[in-house]
C-alpha cells in the first residue's frame, strides 16, 4: 500500500527536502490542499524553475504527455517537478494510461496530482502509486468534533494560547471551514504581540464576534436558566438573522441536553470521570454541565430532546409555517418549562 499522511507530517518532509517520486493529493477539504500545492510548487530554486518546472491542468492534458515530461531528465538541476492540477474532473481511464509511470517513476522527478475538491476512487492507481514508492495524502473535511483541537494547535503554532469562551467563539463562528478558520487567526495574530492570550475581547475586537451575546453564551444561560440573558441573546439573533439562524443554534443545544444525559447516568461524576464519559479534551468543557444537572432533572432533560427534534423538523416546514425565530423561542419556553415526569 502507498504511504498514506497526515498533512504535518507531509509539511515536515517537504520542509526536510524528504521527497518521493509520486504524490497524490486529493480530498474534499481544499486548505491543506492549497498549501501543499505552494509547497511543491517551492520544492526548486528560482534559477531552476524556467526548464524543470511543469504545471499541467488534467482536463487540458492526456495521461501520454504527462508520462512523457517526468521521463525528461532535469537541466541544470538535481530534479524536476511535475505538477498536474484538477485531477478530479477527469476519469478513471485517464489515470489508467498513467499507470506504468507510476509504478516505475524516474528518480529525478517529483510528480504531483493534485485532485482538489473531489476524492479520486480508484484502488488500481493506489495499487500503482504503492508500487512506484509514492505517497498519498487525503485531505478530509474537518469533523465538527475535532474543529476546537485544530483551532488550539494552529493558535499554539502561532506562538499564542487562548481561553475556553474564546474558544468557543471561535467555533461558533468558523464551523469546520479550514479556510475560516486559519483567516480569522491570522488576523488575530497581526494584532496581538507574542504570547499573548487570545481573549473574548480579543475575539470580539479582530473578528467582530459578540462576546455577550453568542451561542456559547445562550447555551451557558440555558444551563444556569438565565430566562433574561436566553432573552436577551435571541432577540440579538431575531436582530441579525443572517448570521445567527436558529438551524445553527439549536444543536448545539441538542448537544447540550445529550451531554447532559450522559452525565446524570455516568457513575463517575469526578471531573476526570465526565470527561472521560463525554469524550471532552480539557476541563473547560464541563462549565455548563455542572449547573445543568443542578437545574434540570432527568425527565425534563429527555423532553428538552425531544423538543428540540420536534423543532429541529418543524423548521424544515414539517408540520409548521411559522416564523423560525418565533418557533425557536417557542422551544426555548419547553426548554424552560417541561416538567420532571412521564
Known sequence: MADIVTYNSLRNALAKKNYANVYLI???????????????????????????????????????????????????????????????????????????????????TVLVIIARGATVKSATLTKSIAKGKGVIFESKK???????????????????????????????????????????IDKMTVALPPNAM????????????SKDYNNFELIAAIARRDTRKIYQIINYFRRDPKNHQPVVTTPLIFNFFANLLTALYAPDKSERGLMAELGFKWPGQLTDIRPGLTNYKPWQIIKNISAVREFDAQSKGIGSRVDQFDLFEMLIFKLLNNPNCP
Open 26 to 108: 486529493h480530498g474534499e477539504e481544499g486548505y491543506y490542499i492549497d498549501r501543499l500545492a505552494e509547497l511543491f510548487d517551492g520544492i526548486l530554486a528560482d534559477f531552476e524553475r524556467d526548464f524543470n518546472l511543469y504545471t499541467m491542468y488534467a482536463p487540458q492534458t492526456d495521461s501520454a504527455t504527462v508520462a512523457d515530461a517526468c521521463r525528461r531528465y532535469p537541466m541544470m538541476a538535481d530534479r524536476q517537478v511535475v505538477i498536474v492540477k484538477e485531477a478530479q474532473a477527469v476519469p478513471v481511464a485517464w489515470f489508467n494510461k498513467l499507470l506504468p509511470y507510476l509504478e516505475q517513476p524516474v528518480d529525478t
Open 142 to 184: 474537518l469533523a465538527p468534533a475535532a474543529v476546537a483541537v485544530t483551532i488550539r494547535e494552529f493558535i499554539k503554532e502561532k506562538g499564542l494560547s487562548i481561553d475556553d469562551k474564546a474558544l468557543a467563539m471561535l467555533q461558533d463562528y468558523v464551523g469546520a471551514d479550514l479556510s475560516r478558520i486559519y483567516n480569522e
Open 198 to 209: 487570545v481573549t473574548p475581547e480579543a475575539v470580539e475586537r479582530n473578528i467582530g464576534v
